[in-house]
């Protein structure tokens, strides 16, 4: 059974920084592209950022773009997500997902949630 | 930047069929994906590539595309059905993964 468990998620103050990461089992984990997608609360789905099989080809959303950076262990079988300088339009549920290389989006985590406030 | 447009509701029968829009530019040289998300819970896809359906996704969903409009639609129509649909795509001229920004179907 395909797993994707986040964690590192919390109330953070403006400006401060996060790690998040993911635990993922059930499946060939450096098979997989993996993606970060968020969604904010009673909002749509946002794509965050994403990482080949390989660290390769690493991409951000304009919105998280120097100050987001993602990476993977396959060693682990890990993907994370080091979060800075966060602002409050940075709350969200923070979702590890997997992709099977074609452009889109098989597995899905959880989530957890991080929420930026003073 | 490439957008993706959809209704904010759809209502349907139960036993009837649902069909749900997504408008994007030129969206039939794309590859339509969508997702399923049930309240409290994380997405699930329901159909990729414009018209497949993953492994236990029951035959009742189905997907088309063409021109600027793809759509999901929800055959014999079931109280479990009841969630919010997004389609998505990736914009190789931006080279990111888009969204569209959601409906919430009702099974009345």
């Known amino acids: 059974e395909v797993q994707l468990v986040e964690s590192g998620g919390g109330l953070v103050q403006p400006g401060r920084s996060l790690r998040l990461s993911c635990a993922a089992s059930?499946?060939?984990?450096?098979?997989?592209?993996m993606h970060w997608v968020r969604q904010a609360p009673g909002k749509g789905l946002e794509w965050v950022s994403g990482?080949?099989?390989?660290?390769?080809?690493?991409g951000y959303a304009d919105s998280v773009k120097g100050r987001f950076t993602i990476s993977r262990d396959n060693a682990k079988n890990s993907l994370y997500l080091q979060m800075n300088s966060l602002r409050a339009e940075d709350t969200a549920l923070y979702y590890c997902?997997?992709?099977?290389?074609?452009?889109?989006?098989?597995?899905w985590g959880q989530g957890t949630l991080v929420t930026v406030s003073s | 930047s490439y957008e993706l447009t959809q209704p904010l509701s759809v209502s349907v029968a139960l036993g009837q069929t649902a069909r749900i829009t997504c408008g994007g530019n030129?969206?039939?040289?794309?590859?339509v994906h969508w997702y399923q998300q049930k309240p409290g819970q994380a997405p699930v896809l329901v159909i990729y590539?414009?018209?497949n359906r993953p492994s236990g996704i029951p035959e009742r969903f189905s997907g088309s595309n063409s021109g600027n409009t793809a759509t999901l639609t929800i055959s014999r129509a079931q109280a479990g059905d009841e969630a919010d649909y997004y389609c998505?795509?990736?914009?190789?001229?931006?080279?990111?993964?888009?969204f569209g920004t959601g409906t919430k179907v009702t099974v009345l």
């Open positions: 997902v997997a992709s099977s290389g074609l452009y889109y989006f098989d597995y």
């Open positions: 059930g499946f060939t984990f450096d098979d997989y592209a």
């Open positions: 990482i080949s099989w390989n660290s390769g080809s690493i």
């Open positions: 030129n969206i039939g040289s794309k590859n």
């Open positions: 590539r414009d018209s």
């Open positions: 998505q795509v990736w914009d190789s001229s931006t080279a990111r993964y888009v």
